[in-house]
């Protein structure tokens, strides 16, 4: 858009709301590169039950060795950006527009929603993740979806702590309506930047943009170590000294992904419309 630099423009510039991330907190950093951008996770595996038997020199059942199942993920996100600010655009906003600002809104009104959404996709579409029947929230029903999430979770042997819904601002409204859902929560400021509005029977609640969940699902409950979400590089940079250009150039690169852990996939379940 050509800018009049015959107006006189305030200093303040108008800014779009921003959300701090939703799951920076929330997924799994215990995992180790192994390449470029392969990244393994050790998986703990565990033995069968038997009986003891009081002869011979195996009473306590056949040994076998435990090992130590390792999965390999490469990052499949590599993205950019950059845009430049003309010295006379600049100038002509009474400074206003100064690249350093203009790079921050950039991280916090696209990438991090960019990352948000990007993970509660790919948890959403995970192979073996538990998926209810698809139902249309009321009112009425709300809180009992929600509990057929938490109780399928307990089937399926995940912890209760740690366990974090992921809900779409329509679906957590049906929820404060429903009469029998009760919202435990003390709520600091940081809290709420991040979207996290408290507590329901030991889950942490957080509500995100409906644009960030695939389309038609409304829930998705996990377990925080069901979830790595790497970051191997992040640059931005602001260049003053561009070759044909009477400006300030600004450049970003994010190298990233997201995965879910395939002998835990289970701690996720998945809620859509009917």
Do not use: W
């Not at 057929?148 to 049906?174: E, Q």
């Amino acid at each position: 858009m050509a800018i009049n630099y015959a107006e006189k423009y305030s200093p303040i510039v108008a800014e779009a709301f921003k959300l701090q991330s939703k799951t920076a907190d929330f997924v799994n950093g215990k995992y180790d590169f192994i390449g470029v951008k392969t990244v393994a996770v050790y998986q703990g595996q565990t033995v069968a039950l038997g009986n003891y038997t009081i002869a011979g020199s195996d009473r306590f059942g056949t040994l076998s060795e435990l090992e130590l199942p390792k999965q390999e993920m490469t990052l499949t996100q590599d993205k950019a950006f950059t845009f430049v600010i003309d010295r006379m655009n600049y100038e002509g906003t009474n400074f206003a527009n100064e690249v350093g600002a203009r790079l921050k809104e950039e991280i916090d009104q696209v990438i991090i929603p960019e990352l948000d959404s990007y993970r509660i996709k790919t948890m959403a579409a995970a192979t073996g993740i538990t998926t209810g029947t698809a139902v249309a929230p009321t009112k009425t029903n709300a809180y009992e979806i929600f509990l057929n999430g938490s109780a399928t979770l307990d089937d399926n042997k995940v912890p209760s702590v740690g366990r974090v819904a992921f809900v779409s601002p329509d679906y957590f409204k049906l929820l404060k309506q429903d009469s029998a859902f009760v919202l435990q929560s003390g709520r600091t400021q940081e809290m709420l930047m991040k979207g996290i509005m408290g507590e329901v029977d030991g889950v942490e609640v957080r509500m995100l943009p409906s644009s960030y969940f695939p389309a038609d699902t409304y829930l998705v409950m996990a377990h925080k170590d069901a979830v790595v979400a790497p970051v191997k590089l992040t640059t931005y940079r602001v260049l003053t000294d561009v070759q044909g250009i009477d400006g300030a150039v600004a450049e970003g690169r994010i190298v990233h992904d997201c995965f879910v852990l395939s002998n835990r996939a289970k701690a996720i379940y998945v809620q859509k419309k009917a």
